[in-house]
Structure formats: structure tokens, C-alpha cells
């Protein structure tokens, strides 16, 4: 089925036609539509185009007026102020388009006219270490980018740039070989949990980081196996190989608990463009890119100087041959434009990285591999922060442990949950069912509630309030309308345009029929956060309608009940599609 317009951009061209009529010789006029607390809608486009024309402003806005036609869609049109156009349009013109977009799979949520393909780089944890607090905000994000743009049409590829590279494995790997049972699981056979693996890797890596330090021999040998992995030493690279499984095993274990699926394709870590790397060096320096500096290859910047004054360049290369993350994250740029041929890329990546990505995105650039046609972006996330307001760790001061917080979300979660569970019936199996949903939706919604860029304060009491802007406040609207349809009975959900709307209904109806030109800015500006705040206004919106309204309670007249269980419907399926676009779950009962 077409994409439904929108009430706002029906207007719009109601408006803008009647412009194009009134001041021919002015052409194409945007008419700045904007929703109103005076009216539906406001048009302040006239103001300009009446000082373009040297016109009187409220008089243009009076002849606009006069060739705009009403009934249909708008039922009334008055001038205000110098020459603001209030809108209002009338309910037969709500009702009817909200029923379109209900006939629709999608509700009527238009296809991006300029879907391309895009890259969205997220979700790089490290292997041999244990992914912890810091790493939630780029998978919970990246995960939902990759919903919403899909959604819009765009053809998107997940890369997981995992750290599988660098001279750690030299001394892991060296440990091994001496140790050759280290990263046996425990009943000898068969795959191990998530847990387990990395607790195997922990062990590893803490035994062969003490023989590191306090044996100069063994620090020899390692440093040696370092170069045999670079250099591609088939026993060396099996071992090597065999922490990057083990890891996978782990990371996957926790993207499971994050309801989040993460396919094997999409892991392409630091090594995976090993084969570039000096060919990407290459190409810098024939091009004069990079040039050479006590050794090393650099990319200098006049705008990026540091504490003395000197311009801070990006390494490509060492001086002593070896490669920075700037020569891997080229080579990346490269395989992604070239061999993917992505026009986006996208970064989630810690806001602290920034100048690190600015200067990586202006080398791919001057070296062409970025243009006008192929753009980067870093969608740049601040720091998950305690109640104190200070970066979140454990009351030992150490990192928290991504898969504790995760399970002690899901255990004050399944409490909430069990407190209402007599009075909707809910099984065990159910119970325990909803407090993984609501509990992992609790996490994802705090994050994705915030502006990527901003720090958050993890506060799990508010995470899981059935009050305020939470997930749970949604899942239970959901689960409330949910049921408010099963106690219909005979009545069913059906649109008629010809009843008139109660304030309630119309300011639901407005906001229920904006979710999709709220789903393309959220796409266009790579702002999930706008989905949440869409669909809490949403919920909000729905319970003030619900108490001012009745749908079953007392009995309203046959089609007045009908048309509100249609309103109640719209929303259920507006907010299920909402908060799947950013991977959060719904339950039919809660």
C-alpha cells in the first residue's frame, strides 16, 4: 500500500497552493507549518513572503485565506497577529486519514525517497575481556539506528569492529602454548556457557599478565610471538583464533541478554583488514595524504594542535613499522565504500573518541574515499553515569560488569512484575517471561530516552517506576489497551468519520497520525531518542483519552464505542511498532 500524507503536509500543500496563487510571481512557498496550542496547526510562512513582495502581511495572509477551500480538511481558518495562518481541521478529515493508515502494515509510514545503503559500525567489545558498562550505549544504540533506518528502506550493514588485534595475544597466545590446557572447559567436551568462556579467558589472561611482569624470558618469548602472529605463523594464528571463538561465545551470551541478535558475518574485528593496512599506507603517502615524520607516517592538521602549539597529527604508522587504529580504521573506510558500497557510514562510537574520527574522516576524505556522495558520520555517545553523577563503577571503584547489571535489571524488573501478576493471570513462565522484557526494555529505554550525546545517570528504581517517562509506563499502556480490547466482547475496533471528536480524542488522533514524519526525522538525524519521546507522549496522550472517554465503561452508544476502540487499536500497534524500532519488547499482559 502508498505511504498515507499526513494531515500537517495535506495542509501544507492546501496552504501552499493558496500562496502560489495569491503571489504568483513569488513561485514554490513553504508555508512553516508547526503544530499550535491555538489551532491544530500554524502557517507563519507569510511573514516572509509578504516582506519578499513589500506586501502588508496581514493582508496577504486575509487574500491566502479567501482561496483556501474548507469542509473536508480544514474546518476553519482565521488570521491572527501580523499574519499567522491558525489551522484547525476537522474530525471526519482526522478520522479518515488515521483509518488509512490502519489499513496499512506499515500505518502508513512512508519509504525514504533517498534510501541508499548504509554501514553502521556499533556493538565492539574486545575479545579475552569482559564487556562492561561503557559498552551498552553504542550496542543499545546502534541497534536501534539499525531499525529505524531500515524501517525507512535504507539497506543497512551491521559491522561489529570488534578488538581482536594488538600485542596482548602476543603474551596470551605464548601462555597458551606453554600452558596448553588453560582454555579447556571444565566437563571436557562440548561448548561452554557465556559465563563460563569468559571466565576460562579471565583466568588466562590474569595467569600470563603476572608471568609477563615478573619473567623477563617469558617477556622475550611473547614479544617474539607477537611478530609470528603479524607475521601469520599458522600454529600462532589457530591459537589466536581460538580466543577469538571463545570470546564470540561470551559476547553472544550478553547480546542475548541485551535481546539483541548479533550474526557471525557482521564480527569483522581489527584484523579483518590486516591485508590492508599497508597498501592503505601506501596510497596516503604516493598521494602526499601522509608524509613521513621521525619515522612515522602522519596526517598533520592545522586546525588540531596540541598543548605546545604544535599541530597533533594521526599515525598510520609507527616509526618502527607497526600500525595505529588510524591505518585499521582507513582500511575500514575503504572496504566499506569500496567493496560494500555504503554512501553512509556510521560510527557509534564514545564521544571521547571524537577528534580521533574527525581526523580519520578528513584523511579518507582528502584521499577521496569520502566525498559528496559518500559522508561519515559518528553518532557520538556521553558516559553512563551513577546517581552520584559520576562515571558508574562499583563500590569498590571498579568497572561494573555488563551482564550484573543487566541481570539485576531484569531481577527488580521481575518483581515489579510479580506484584501485578494475580490481577492479570500472569503463569510463572510468564512472570518470568515480562521481567526479561521489562527489565532489558528499562535499560534500553533510559539510554534511549537521553540524547546520544548526553550523559545519563543509571538509576534503576527510576528505570523500573511504573511511573514518569519509563518503559515500563509504555509496556503497560500497551498491555492496558491490550486488555481493554479483550473486554469489548462483541463491539470491534471500526473508523466513523462522521462523529464528532472530544478534545481527547482529537489531540490522540493528531498525535497518532505524526508518527510518521516523526519516524523519518528520527532516521534523518540519527536521533532515537525522539522515537521515545514520541511514544511517551503517546501513552500520555492515551491515558488522558482513556479517562476522559469511555470505551467500555460506561457503555457509550454503539459507533461512539467502536470508533474509540479504533483509536485504542491505532495506538496499541503505534506503540508496538515504536518500541520495537528501538529494540524493546511488548507484552499482551503485564
Keep these: 500500500m502508498a505511504s498515507v500524507p499526513s494531515l500537517a503536509s495535506s495542509v501544507e500543500q492546501r496552504v501552499s497552493d493558496a500562496l502560489a496563487s495569491a503571489l504568483p510571481e513569488a513561485g514554490a512557498a513553504?508555508?512553516?507549518l508547526r503544530r499550535s496550542d491555538r489551532a491544530d496547526f500554524q502557517a507563519n510562512g507569510i511573514l516572509a513572503l509578504a516582506k519578499k513582495a513589500k506586501a502588508n502581511p496581514r493582508e496577504l495572509a486575509t487574500t491566502v485565506v479567501e482561496a483556501i477551500p474548507t469542509g473536508d480538511l480544514i474546518k476553519e481558518i482565521e488570521v491572527s497577529g501580523p499574519g499567522f495562518l491558525n489551522i484547525t481541521v476537522s474530525d471526519e478529515a482526522i478520522v479518515r486519514t488515521l483509518a488509512a493508515r490502519a489499513?496499512?502494515?506499515?500505518l502508513g509510514v512512508p519509504l525514504s525517497p533517498t534510501a541508499g545503503t548504509t554501514v553502521i559500525d556499533y556493538a565492539q567489545p574486545n575479545v579475552a575481556k569482559e564487556m562492561h558498562v561503557?559498552?551498552?550505549r553504542s550496542a543499545v544504540i546502534g541497534a536501534a539506528m539499525v531499525e529505524i533506518l531500515e524501517f525507512t528502506g535504507e539497506k543497512v550493514v551491521r559491522r561489529h569492529h570488534i578488538g581482536d588485534w594488538g600485542t596482548q595475544f602476543g603474551m596470551l597466545i605464548q601462555y597458551l602454548l606453554e600452558h596448553p590446557h588453560e582454555l579447556d572447559h571444565k566437563d571436557g567436551e562440548g561448548e561452554a556457557s557465556g559465563e563460563e568462556a569468559m571466565s576460562n579467558l579471565n583466568r588466562l589472561y590474569k595467569a600470563s599478565r603476572a608471568l609477563f611482569d615478573s619473567d623477563e624470558e617469558f617477556k622475550t618469548r611473547a614479544?617474539?610471538?607477537v611478530v609470528d602472529l603479524q607475521a601469520g605463523d599458522e600454529e600462532t594464528l589457530a591459537l589466536w583464533q581460538r580466543f577469538v571463538d571463545?570470546?564470540?561465545?561470551?559476547?553472544y551470551s550478553v547480546f542475548n541478554k541485551l535481546d539483541m541478535d548479533i550474526q557471525d558475518p557482521d564480527v569483522v574485528g581489527e584484523s579483518g583488514y590486516n591485508d590492508m593496512l599497508v597498501e592503505t599506507c601506501k596510497l596516503l603517502e604516493e598521494s602526499g595524504v601522509a608524509v613521513r615524520s621521525n619515522g612515522a607516517l602522519c596526517v598533520f592538521f592545522d586546525e588540531y594542535k596540541g598543548p605546545d602549539g604544535n599541530p597533533t597529527p594521526l599515525i598510520v604508522q609507527k616509526s618502527d613499522g607497526g600500525?595505529?587504529?588510524?591505518?585499521?580504521?582507513l582500511s575500514a573506510i575503504r572496504d566499506r565504500v569500496g567493496n560494500l558500497k555504503a554512501d553512509t557510514l556510521i560510527y557509534v562510537v564514545d564521544a571521547r573518541q571524537s577528534l580521533h574520527f574527525k581526523m580519520v574522516f578528513e584523511t579518507a576524505r582528502r584521499a577521496g574515499w569520502l566525498n559528496e556522495d559518500v559522508k561519515a558520520v559518528q553518532l557520538a555517545f556521553g558516559t553512563v553515569l551513577g546517581k552520584d553523577g559520576k562515571p558508574f563503577k562499583t563500590r569498590e571503584g571498579e568497572t561494573v560488569r555488563l551482564v550484573d547489571l543487566l541481570d539485576e535489571a531484569v531481577e527488580r524488573a521481575t518483581s515489579v512484575v510479580r506484584e501485578k501478576a494475580e490481577k492479570v493471570g500472569?503463569?510463572?513462565a510468564e512472570i518470568v517471561e515480562n521481567g526479561q522484557y521489562v527489565g532489558i526494555g528499562a535499560v534500553k529505554y533510559a539510554d534511549l530516552s537521553t540524547s546520544a550525546s548526553r550523559d545519563y545517570k543509571f538509576d534503576l528504581d527510576q528505570m523500573v517506576s511504573l511511573n514518569g517517562d519509563t518503559s515500563v509506563y509504555l509496556q503497560y499502556a500497551y498491555a492496558r489497551i491490550r486488555s481493554i480490547l479483550r473486554k469489548a466482547g462483541e463491539r470491534r475496533p471500526a473508523a466513523h468519520p462522521e462523529l464528532e471528536l472530544a478534545p481527547a480524542e482529537r489531540a490522540l488522533g493528531l498525535h497518532l497520525d505524526g508518527f510518521g514524519t516523526l519516524v523519518a526525522e528520527a532516521a534523518q538525524e540519527y536521533a532515537p531518542h525522539k522515537v521515545a519521546a514520541y511514544l511517551y507522549q503517546l501513552s500520555s496522550l492515551f491515558t488522558t483519552f482513556y479517562d476522559q472517554c469511555p470505551?467500555?465503561?460506561p457503555e457509550p452508544e454503539l459507533v461512539v464505542a467502536e470508533n474509540r476502540l479504533f483509536l485504542c487499536e491505532l495506538t496499541a500497534r503505534t506503540l508496538s511498532k515504536g518500541m520495537s524500532l528501538l529494540g524493546i519488547r511488548t507484552p499482551e499482559k503485564l
Excluded at 103 to 106: I, Q
Excluded at 323 to 329: I, K, L, S
Design 134 to 136: 561503557g559498552h551498552l
Design 223 to 225: 614479544r617474539a610471538r
Design 323 to 329: 600500525f595505529g587504529y588510524a591505518a585499521t580504521d
Design 426 to 428: 500472569l503463569t510463572e
Design 103 to 106: 489499513a496499512d502494515d506499515r
Design 30 to 32: 513553504d508555508p512553516l
Design 246 to 251: 571463545e570470546s564470540k561465545i561470551y559476547f
Design 551 to 553: 470505551v467500555i465503561k
